[in-house]
């Protein structure tokens, strides 16, 4: 079993910084990809930012140059750190992983239990 354990979420001024994290930890043999998604009130949840077991990252149109993904591999955990903040980031905010059980084994998507982000004044 993989386990997502998601924190960073909260309630921040317009203009302000957060910083998401998604630790995973179970039975994961090897993870393709780390990525976060959001949902707000009322719409689909969407892409925000992924990044590869190599590096490359990929990030929504609306978050580029304020939201950055990274990860540590050796702690099997990703972040996304959060500036800039507008009153339409607010959402729901999930982890996803795409993570491999055994070797030679499809990949399977893990999704965390997920985080609020609040930007208000």
């Known amino acids: 079993q993989v386990q997502l354990v998601e924190s960073g979420g909260g309630l921040v001024q317009p203009g302000g910084s957060l910083r998401l994290s998604c630790a995973a930890s179970g039975s994961i043999f090897s993870i393709d990809a780390m990525g976060w998604y959001r949902q707000a009130p009322g719409k689909e949840r969407e892409l925000v930012a992924t990044?590869?077991?190599?590096?490359?990252?990929n990030y929504v149109d609306s978050v580029k140059g304020r939201f950055t993904i990274s990860r540590d591999s050796a702690k099997n955990t990703v972040y996304l750190q959060m500036n800039s903040l507008k009153p339409e980031d607010t959402a729901v905010y999930y982890c996803?992983?795409?993570?491999?059980?055994?070797?030679?084994?499809?990949?399977?998507?893990?999704w965390g239990q997920g985080t609020q982000v609040t930007v208000s004044s």
């Open positions: 996803k992983v795409v993570g491999r059980r055994r070797q030679y084994r499809p990949p399977v998507d893990y």
């Open positions: 990044v590869t077991s190599g590096g490359s990252t």
